[in-house]
């Protein structure tokens, strides 16, 4: 069925402008300030509303095997959840242990997907590099995943050694792939865990204490070393400090290819909600940690100047009862993650643009068109033009509303946004011209999604 959109004002990460919508197929196919409708139409009201391009989550973790235990959410509650937020692209974390091969994991990630609302793609964790896995790597960008993982934290389980970080860094020079890596110093953190929990301190609100932000940059100014050393496109995925932004922006001016991002729990909260008392502080548990409230502002001055390209999430939901218990008696066994993948666009809607921190295209840019440009989906995903997927967020900004796990769809027992209010929340969401959520509700179809194939960019 068609669809026409009429009368909305579309912000794109470049422009402005009232107009028309007219979707046919799963592609836009017109725009312009009036539009008739086409024989079987669905017309949608748009007056008064604002119309984006689908909002695109760079960072997630739907399945996600992770410190003993499994994150809660699957495509069912996953996409769903995306989709009632505004975001119609999810790029997951494929994240194998070093024990396993890398196609089979990529096909054990996939068959997780197959009941995915919302379109889907990967970043193809690199967790070991030998010959075995450089050939399988080839084959996996061969199959349309054009973008890697690596981790400089979870020494013995993720991480990778100094060895095998230039392998993979040359590698994907060579391919023209883009690498996302988690930038801590795992030594650091391994002594320092070890030292606090030695001492007694082993309560949630040490963790931040574990992982400074000094460790962090650290990782950062390592990553930005290799990278300039082999010439390779990287990406600093959750990027949360001060020490941080600085260690890439010295990096870019030596003519690395750096980006960065941040993600919504950096943005909106801070470590004094890890330090709750009885234990309510693990909710709070992700790492990088939530940090001191000085680093917020720098954090929105970063994506307000550009140097920060996208906002994230870093989704892995987790219980707060049976799952982050697990660390009730050692901080280091609290599984990792806040969920926010329903919640990070009103969020940044609300507390950006809202308040004046950013603008409308620059909200648009960070949470849609530059994850679509880094990541190889750019046009046909992050922007409103004639032959882009369908794919549209008609955002209502009258709406006020509260989160509360009572009405969330995610599948985890808490919501980190207890009783925060919002201001503006989708109001029509369509995936290549289906709509999918309506007025906070999902109302699509489930396994409409599709699987992503992406050329490289990254020469």
């Not at 997907?113 to 990967?122: H, L, M, P, R, V």
């Not at 450089?134 to 060895?163: H, M, P």
């Not at 990070?344 to 068109?369: K, M, P």
């Not at 032959?387 to 900004?397: K, Q, R």
Request: hydrophobic share 35%; proline share 5%; glycine share 8%.
């Amino acid at each position: 069925m068609a669809l026409l959109i009429k009368g909305g004002r579309i912000i794109t990460a470049s422009d402005d402008y009232v107009g028309d919508i007219l979707c046919e197929g799963e592609c836009i196919t017109q725009i312009a300030p009036q539009l008739e409708p086409v024989d079987g139409a669905e017309v949608i009201d748009a007056a008064g509303k604002y119309v984006f391009p689908g909002f695109i989550d760079p960072h997630v973790h739907i399945y996600l095997p992770f410190m003993g235990t499994y994150s809660k959410d699957t495509y069912d509650s996953g996409s769903r959840a995306a989709l009632v937020g505004g975001t119609t692209t999810l790029i997951e974390m494929c994240c194998p242990s070093r024990q396993e091969e890398p196609l089979e994991a990529l096909e054990l990630w996939k068959s997780k997907a197959t009941d995915s609302a919302c379109d889907y793609t990967y970043h193809m964790g690199v967790s070991r590099f030998d010959e075995s896995a450089s050939s399988q790597l080839r084959e996996i960008v061969n199959q349309g995943i054009a973008s890697f993982k690596i981790f400089l934290a979870y020494k013995g389980a993720f991480g990778v050694t100094d060895q095998e970080l230039f392998d993979t860094l040359s590698l994907a020079k060579e391919l023209g792939v883009i690498v996302t890596a988690h930038c801590e110093n795992e030594t650091l953190v391994a002594a320092l865990q070890q030292q606090l929990v030695a001492e007694g301190r082993t309560g949630p609100e040490w963790h931040e204490r574990s992982r400074p932000t000094r460790v962090e940059a650290e990782g950062v100014h390592h990553l930005m070393t290799f990278a300039e050393m082999t010439g390779a496109h990287v990406y600093c995925v959750h990027t949360s400090c001060r020490e941080s932004l600085e260690a890439v922006e010295a990096a870019r001016m030596r003519g690395t290819r750096a980006w960065v991002e941040t993600v919504i729990p950096y943005l909106t909260l801070d470590r004094t909600y890890s330090e709750l008392p009885d234990f309510e502080g693990a909710k709070y548990v992700m790492s990088p940690p939530l940090r001191d409230p000085i680093h917020k502002p720098y954090l929105w001055a970063g994506l307000r100047s550009r140097l920060i390209s996208t906002v994230a999430t870093d989704h892995a939901p987790f219980d707060f009862s049976g799952q982050k218990e697990m660390g009730r008696d050692n901080f280091t066994l609290i599984p990792n993650g806040i969920p926010s993948v329903e919640d990070r666009v009103n969020l940044l809607y609300t507390h950006g643009v809202c308040q004046g921190r950013i603008d409308l295209q620059t909200f648009v840019d960070a949470a849609s068109t530059q994850a679509a440009r880094l990541f190889g989906l750019y046009p046909r995903k992050g922007t409103i033009q004639v032959g882009s997927d369908a794919d549209l967020v008609i955002y209502d900004p009258d709406y006020r509303g509260k989160i509360s796990v009572e009405t969330q769809n995610m599948d985890v027992d808490y919501s980190a946004y207890e009783g925060w209010e919002i201001e503006g929340r989708p109001s029509v969401v369509t995936v290549r011209g289906q709509v999918q959520a309506r007025e906070g509700e999902f109302v699509g179809t489930l396994g409409q999604g599709k699987l992503l194939t992406r050329e490289p960019t990254h020469f």
